[in-house]
């Protein structure tokens, strides 16, 4: 009986050769069987072959590019790995390395070609120098900076800065002495509504806006609303899409004449802005058709509308919350199912005094909230849902759960499913198809108040201009809202998973949806074959493969090789040593039952043995065991 214990060189342990001083001699018909084996494994990720990855985009706003709209957005593009580490000349890439230079290939899908955005314009892919342990690969939402909203130049009615510069004040006088929302103003650019934010996490939807008049002193109502610019501005009648169609570039209609409140005549234009009045706040209506008796309490149309109420109200100096919704049983303002729907009533969700919200005095202070709307996935739920947060702002600039005081989270009404805006089949002309596709990123601020010289002083919000960055109809800046990534064999492997489910970009850097793995995981599932190539050993194995043969079912031809053991997960339960300097695993395998091999040999000496290690799936070369060691005994037949 022989025992012999080879040990690899320093930072080789996978292709060796060990010479003996004495020549090891192996008796006719001995038999040789494993001992134990141990393996240690850098980080480096080993690829035989150049490796891909496909992103599939799975939703995206708009769906179609909306100059041709015969022309999908749901695009298919795919980068590719070289097996050959291109910055270091040689095979492998440290994890960080990796990670480095799949960021760096998505990146450049989101670089301007000619100055023309594309659909990853808006996106940065993952990349932190620090973590060296951990890969992640995916994309993460760059939503615009919050910045001062300025007034559309044509989507405004008796609206200006006012004597004080103020975003948007009423400067007409009140009609016979009454208060109505008579005025309005559409903000110039669009809110950015897609990011899912959390409640003490980054505010990237965050919208802040203050009244220009001392609580106490104001007389009339002030709000603002969520609206859509697209829809009043839409010229070629898209009523396909939300039934709503206009003649001017200064209403906000809709297209049948059953649609109507009683008050207003016959098809007749609903001019802006859009009011609903009575004590359920139902039926549309123009300002100049609403009974006196109602003006105070009539409210503009929104999907979410925001008021601060005067002291003509009969409930002065209070936050009122509406909800635009379709009807009075379907209290959720558009179901998924409803493309094409109109808002034909406004539902007060919530109504809170003001003094309520602060301890300085209401005649020493403005009213200051913010509000942002996020999306998010209820339980069991299919369809993401987007809700509304208000925050108060009088006493503190802080956003959290402390001054949260409103929030359609767990509500049944308030909630508005995006799948809205993109469930109609697109239908008309290429112009109305047009409107259509637009009308996917649809959402603007509307400016609305009662009393001449009350408005809005201030209005900051996460917001942009679909016009930015040399952006058109032909090349649209664009959110991604679900895409999928498939990996190639080899690192599908190594990352554990061949192909994602939809992934979600928009959320903050450390929740956005990716794909993550550490080095004490990237390698756990590694199992070797232990060549000893100048034993005479013969055992039978093949290699992983593309199916082939009847059925798909036959995998690649079995040989016979010189393997004393194949190694299976060496590093389930291994640890991991040199921690932030190059990890290195450390794994062990010692058989649980002795498995003799007879060598059916003739007498043999040998000077020295060669050991390789190599994959067991693939018998490709183990690159990345940086050290082994294998012991095994030769025994004679003698013994």
């Not at 006719?28 to 035989?48: C, D, E, G, I, Q």
């Not at 342990?133 to 900076?145: E, T, Y």
């Not at 008050?263 to 004590?279: C, K, R, V, W």
């Not at 109200?313 to 303002?333: A, M, Q, T």
Request: overall charge negative.
């Amino acid at each position: 009986m022989t025992s012999v214990n080879l040990v690899s060189p320093t930072d080789n342990g996978h292709v060796y050769s060990v010479r003996f001083r004495e020549p090891l001699v192996i008796e006719p018909n001995s038999s040789v069987y494993l001992n134990y084996a141990k393996f240690k494994r850098n980080a480096n990720v080993y690829f035989t072959n150049q490796q891909s990855i496909t992103i599939v985009l799975t939703d995206v706003l708009p769906t179609n590019l909306p100059s041709t709209p015969a022309t999908s957005q749901l695009t298919t593009t795919e980068i590719t790995i070289p097996s050959i580490n291109t910055d270091t000349g040689i095979a492998g890439y440290t994890p960080k390395e990796l990670e480095q230079y799949i960021s760096n290939k998505l990146n450049a899908l989101g670089i301007k070609n000619a100055s023309i955005p594309t659909q990853f314009f808006n996106y940065t892919s993952y990349f932190k120098n620090q973590d060296n342990n951990k890969i992640r690969i995916g994309f993460v939402a760059n939503p615009p900076d919050i910045t001062d909203m300025t007034l559309h130049a044509t989507h405004l009615r008796d609206a200006g800065a006012g004597a004080n510069q103020d975003l948007y004040t009423k400067t007409s006088a009140n009609q016979g002495g009454s208060l109505v929302y008579d005025s309005y103003a559409f903000s110039k650019e669009h809110y950015y509504a897609h990011y899912t934010s959390e409640i003490n996490g980054e505010h990237r939807n965050l919208v802040s806006f203050s009244t220009n008049t001392k609580i106490s002193e104001q007389v009339g109502g002030i709000s603002i609303a969520i609206t859509s610019l697209e829809i009043a501005d839409s010229v070629n009648g898209a009523a396909d899409w939300t039934e709503y169609a206009t003649q001017s570039t200064t209403s906000f209609t809709r297209g049948g004449a059953t649609n109507y409140a009683a008050a207003a005549a016959p098809n007749e234009q609903l001019s802006n802005p859009i009011l609903f009045s009575g004590d359920n706040y139902a039926g549309a209506i123009k300002y100049a058709n609403i009974a006196v008796a109602e003006n105070a309490r009539a409210v503009p149309q929104g999907f979410w509308t925001i008021e601060i109420t005067g002291a003509n109200h009969d409930k002065p100096n209070y936050l009122n919350v509406f909800s635009g919704r379709r009807n009075k049983v379907n209290r959720i303002i558009f179901p998924p199912t409803h493309s094409g729907d109109y808002i034909n009533i406004m539902n007060r969700i919530a109504s809170i005094p003001l003094d309520s919200l602060t301890s300085i005095p209401l005649d020493a202070t403005r009213a200051k909230f913010s509000f942002e709307t996020y999306n998010y996935i209820s339980s069991g739920a299919t369809n993401s849902k987007m809700g509304l947060r208000i925050y108060n702002n009088i006493d503190s600039a802080i956003n959290n759960s402390e001054t949260l005081i409103f929030d359609t989270a767990g509500r049944t009404s308030g909630i508005l499913f995006p799948k809205f805006f993109t469930n109609k089949t697109l239908a008309g002309t290429d112009a109305q198809k047009e409107e259509q596709l637009n009308a996917q990123q649809p959402l603007s601020l509307g400016f609305f108040a009662q009393a001449q010289n009350e408005g809005i002083e201030y209005c900051r919000a996460s917001c942009f201009e679909k016009t930015d960055d040399n952006a058109d109809g032909n090349n649209p800046l664009s959110v991604i809202r679900g895409y999928t990534m498939t990996f190639s064999s080899e690192l599908g492997r190594y990352l554990g998973q061949t192909t994602t489910f939809p992934l979600n970009p928009n959320m903050d850097e450390d929740n956005a949806d990716k794909v993550e793995k550490t080095n004490a995981e990237q390698h756990e599932n590694e199992s070797y074959s232990i060549f000893l190539k100048d034993l005479p050993i013969k055992n039978y194995k093949n290699i992983q493969s593309n199916p082939m043969g009847a059925g798909n079912n036959v995998q690649s031809s079995g040989y016979a090789q010189p393997i004393i053991y194949d190694v299976p997960t060496p590093y389930a339960n291994s640890h991991i040593v040199n921690m932030g300097a190059g990890d290195i695993m450390v794994g062990t395998f010692q058989p649980n039952i002795k498995k003799e091999l007879k060598l059916d040999n003739n007498r043999q000496v040998l000077n020295s043995i060669d050991v390789e290690i190599r994959d067991i799936e693939t018998n490709e070369i183990a690159k990345g065991v940086i050290n082994s060691v294998v012991n095994f005994t030769i025994q004679n037949p003698t013994n």
